[in-house]
């Protein structure tokens, strides 16, 4: 029911009443609590935007040790606050600097409540950081403090969180060595890495003392990392474990410090790095996966690119696992690895390789061409900051050295910092010997090399065909050592060699720097003498020097005699080294001279090459002379395929040149004698050569029979053609024409009253001789029997047929006068003869001797010593024949037809029987006593003798005689 205002009052409830009081009471205290709340917001907020923000901002800088410039607060709450944009600002030695668009900060204000201590963390929005590394090596040069502030409320930053940050680190281009000297890396590295979206957080605990982190971001040049550490302040202790996929090879360096230095490629893995007080050891332990990188080793010179493979990190040492790459352009197999304490222990092996490779790897400037593949296995050893390499070589198949081919060769070396030696080389040609040799090459700004080498029985012929040589001597087995010096742009080669088997044994030294090779002390043992020489060769051009002693020019043609002597230079150029270019001068002596000259000769000459690109060389000879000799003028030679002498044009002059020295052939019989002086040219081919010039003929004579002192006149000689001879006195002449085969054209001989006169007709000469002596021929048929020559004055008509010089076939009538053989003389012979075969034969033939007429014929073989003959005679005289064969006693007939011997003037030496000094008349009845004594003792003699002597028979006679002759047969003769 309701009550109307009006109503009357009814007292109230107990209940009621309460419950309005309660509400009332609710109502005050809830508005007091509602403006205690609200008063203690509004302190709250003061609180922690004038109290608590500047608090936290100290305590950063604080805990940091460096300032940290704070953004005002841009949003409270009672579990937070975020302040504005803020920054670590760089120091004056420290450039690390941090800009954050914002930092979020988290509390608990509850704590206060029960504690004075207010932890808090903090947050940074989209930080910007860069951070460089310090000359120590040290990124981290911000110290975080312990917390030991004195305010009523003591913040403590307990965790930094990161949020959609950016990291740029700064690596250090110098750092400080042990000694404390600041110097550049030894292998630059990657000086700057950027990486994104960076997130994460560190934990600060016990204080501050120690400090985790954990961090990921992608750096700007690809890849995924994350970083995670574990630092403990108060004992140094620090672990960090870097985790990557696909990271730039040289980010590891910037984040790790190893001995070794990734220069390009990807890595992919993870490690632990620990790190105690400064002088304890890094620790390293892990597992990287490298793909295409290189890497650099400080003190090894070359970079190891295009690796592959895992390294295996365990403690101090770092392990390679197949891992295969290239040293400097050298394919290799890399195994083994490095301690960090212990130094390098890396095993590569190289498969295969070319030595153009391994020379340009190496940076070496060899002064000869090199080719060849090779294999081997090199070993990386030493301290970290002093490794070596020591390594083996092997050709794999056969290499080539300039023009030379080895079947095998191998060496050893070692490479350190300082130089590459090499401790071993050995080289065997595949003509056989064998090379071996050592040296060093001295590393640095100034680059020296010094090698030895000795070749042993080297195929000298062998190794001239390879660089296209064939000379016609044999240079049998060659040894020779060698000595390489000098820095790489002064390179110098001193070799000496010796071919002590070749045909003409030789030694000698060469030297060579750069394009300059001189050759000294060249000694070549040539026919028993010795040629020596030295020479250089410069910028292409080369010239030499030669002394030549003693060679014995019979050891190269029968023809030549005596012994050559002689100086000469030469020069010529690399760009054309054909004879045409070359050029040469020089001074010869033959000492027993050549061809016609007997006598030493001197000759100068001058080559002077092809000019204008002519096929034909010209060696001109200066002068040549000899005693009664001298020559001017040219030589010509081709000089295509086998250089040939082509052509002569020089100027001669004979003097007093011996006659009987001339290549005239005669028979043994004919002496020449006299002196012959010549003026003229020889000209044209060696095989047409033409001679033409004045002739004088001195004291000229064949045999006894002497010319006039002076013949002068011309001679002619054209090969295959003619020659011909003019030579006149006042009374006497010399001229005959021969044709290109040497047969007679014509003749005309005379000498006082002789006269020969002929002419030629086809093979036939015909020939007159007049008042010809025949002692001249000097022909004596029977010495056997103790004979004189054949003596007598010829006259006759001679039909001579020359088709066959060796054999030719002679017709003839002759008229002898006073012929004579030997002591048998006769007044007269006549007859006609023909010589076929060897054989003469006498036809018609009249021998007259005093009152003695004899018909003659018979024939002679001259080769086969026999003759027979058949005389006749109608009107002979024994008288005749006894004074012929001088028998004038019988004791002369035993020596048969024997030349007699006569008893010397000193054998009838006479007695003195008159008396000089005795009056005249005394004298002749001297006289008159001897000749009547002499005539005693003839007529004594006479009676006691029973047969009369020879001398005594005389008579008339006629008959026919046969005889016949042959060797080791008695003279057989018939009396008819």
Excluded: C
């Amino acid at each position: 029911m309701t009550n109307s205002p009006n109503s009357g009052r009814q007292p109230e409830n107990p209940p009621t009443r309460r419950r309005r009081f309660l509400i009332r009471a609710g109502l005050l205290t809830g508005g007091v609590a509602l403006i205690g709340a609200i008063a203690a917001g509004l302190y709250v907020r003061q609180f922690i935007q004038e109290k608590l923000a500047p608090l936290i901002a100290e305590s950063l800088s604080d805990t940091l040790n460096r300032p940290v410039n704070v953004g005002g607060v841009e949003r409270i709450s009672l579990v937070g606050l975020r302040l504005g944009a803020s920054a670590l600002p760089p120091l004056k030695n420290d450039a690390d600097q941090v800009k954050v668009e914002a930092i979020e900060v988290g509390f608990n204000l509850l704590e206060l409540l029960w504690s004075r201590d207010l932890h808090f963390d903090i947050t940074l929005v989209r930080p910007d950081a860069f951070i460089d590394q310090d000359e120590d090596g040290q990124w981290f040069k911000t110290k975080i403090t312990t917390n030991e502030s004195n305010n009523w409320i003591r913040p403590q930053l307990d965790e930094i969180r990161v949020q959609e940050g950016r990291l740029a680190l700064a690596a250090a281009k110098q750092l400080r060595d042990e000694t404390g000297e600041i110097e550049p890396r030894p292998v630059p590295v990657l000086t700057n890495v950027e990486v994104q979206n960076v997130n994460g957080s560190v934990t600060l605990q016990d204080n501050n003392q120690r400090i985790r982190f954990n961090v990921t971001g992608n750096p700007q040049t690809g890849g995924e990392m994350r970083l995670r550490g574990d630092i403990n302040q108060a004992t140094e202790a620090k672990k960090l474990t870097v985790e990557g996929q696909g990271l730039l090879a040289p980010t590891v360096n910037v984040l790790v410090p190893l001995p070794v230095t990734f220069l390009t490629g990807r890595a992919s893995g993870k490690l632990e790095i620990t790190l105690g007080k400064e002088e304890d050891p890094l620790l390293l332990n892990g597992r990287v996966r490298f793909r295409d990188g290189a890497m650099k080793i400080a003190a090894v010179p070359k970079t190891f690119n295009r690796l592959n493979g895992t390294v295996l990190f365990q403690d101090q040492r770092i392990t390679f696992q197949d891992a295969q790459g290239r040293y400097g352009e050298i394919p290799t197999r890399v195994s083994g690895g490095l301690d960090t304490e212990k130094g390098y222990d890396i095993s590569l092996r190289v498969p295969k390789v070319s030595a153009a490779t391994l020379l340009k790897t190496f940076d070496l400037n060899s002064p000869f061409a090199v080719a060849g593949i090779f294999g081997g296995n090199v070993q990386v050893s030493g301290a970290i900051d002093s490794p070596k390499l020591t390594g083996v070589a092997t050709s794999l198949e056969p290499a080539k050295v300039d023009q030379l081919t080895f079947a095998k060769a191998n060496t050893r070396f070692t490479l350190t910092a300082d130089a590459l030696t090499f401790d071993s080389i050995q080289a065997t040609p595949t003509s056989g010997g064998g090379v071996t040799g050592r040296g060093v090459v001295r590393l640095g700004d100034r680059q020296t090399v010094a090698f030895n080498f000795r070749g042993q029985d080297l195929a000298g012929d062998a190794i001239a065909q390879e660089y296209g040589s064939a000379p016609n001597f044999t240079i049998g087995s060659v040894a020779a050592t060698a000595q390489i010096s000098g820095t790489y742009d002064n390179i110098q080669t001193v070799a000496q060699w010796q071919a002590p088997q070749a045909t003409y044994p030789a030694r000698g030294t060469v030297r060579v720097a750069g394009d300059w090779v001189q050759f000294q002390d060249t000694a070549v043992l040539v026919a028993g003498g010795m040629v020596r020489g030295n020479g250089e060769l410069r910028q292409g051009v080369w010239n030499a020097a030669v002394q030549a002693s003693g060679i014995r020019l019979n050891q190269f043609s029968a023809d030549l005699r005596g012994l050559l002597s002689g100086t000469g230079r030469l020069s010529g150029s690399l760009a054309d080294s054909s004879l045409a270019a070359i050029r040469a001068e020089g001074n010869l002596r033959f000492s027993e001279g050549i061809a016609l000259i007997d006598q030493p000769l001197n000759a100068a000459v001058t080559w002077l090459g092809a000019p204008g690109g002519s096929p034909s060389g010209r060696l001109r000879v200066n002068s040549a002379t000899a005693p009664g000799f001298s020559a001017n003028g040219f030589v010509f030679a081709q000089l295509e395929g086998t250089p040939e002498i082509t052509n002569l044009d020089l100027n001669v002059r004979l003097q007093d040149y011996p006659v009987a020295a001339l290549p005239i052939p005669t028979p043994e019989q004919i002496a020449l004698r006299g002196n012959a002086d010549f003026s003229g040219k020889l000209t044209g081919a060696l095989d047409a050569v033409n001679v033409a010039g004045n002739l004088r003929l001195n004291q000229a004579a064949v045999n006894q029979v002497a010319f006039e002192s002076a013949l002068d006149g011309t001679f002619q000689y054209r090969a295959n053609q003619f020659t011909r001879l003019d030579v006149r006195g006042d009374t006497d002449r010399i001229a005959f024409n021969l044709d290109g085969a040497n047969r007679p054209v014509s003749f005309y001989v005379q000498q006082g009253d002789t006269i020969a006169t002929g002419r030629g007709q086809g093979d036939r000469l015909l020939a007159d001789l007049q008042n010809f002596p025949l002692s001249i021929l000097n022909f004596a048929p029977t010495t056997a029997y103790g004979l004189g020559a054949i003596e007598g004055q010829l006259n006759g008509r001679f039909d001579i047929n020359l088709a066959n010089l060796e054999n030719p076939t002679v017709l003839g009538e002759v008229a002898i006068a006073r012929p004579a053989l030997g002591y048998i003389n006769a007044d007269q012979l006549t007859g006609n003869f023909r010589y076929v075969n060897g054989i003469a034969v006498l036809n018609q033939g009249e021998l007259v001797r005093a009152n003695s007429r004899y018909q003659l014929s018979g024939s002679f073989n001259a080769a086969a010593t026999q003759f027979q003959g058949q005389v006749t005679t109608e009107q002979g005289r024994i008288e005749d024949i006894l004074t012929a064969f001088q028998w004038f006693d019988l004791s002369d007939l035993s020596r048969g037809i024997n030349s007699p011997t006569y008893a010397s003037a000193a054998d009838v030496q006479a007695s003195g029987v008159g008396r000089p000094g005795d009056r005249f008349i005394n004298q002749l009845r001297r006289f008159s006593e001897v000749v009547a004594l002499r005539n005693q003792l003839v007529a004594a003699r006479q009676d006691a003798s029973i047969i009369p002597d020879l001398s005594q028979l005389e008579g008339g006679f006629s008959g026919n005689v046969e005889v016949g002759f042959r060797p080791k047969r008695a003279l057989r003769w018939t009396l008819a």
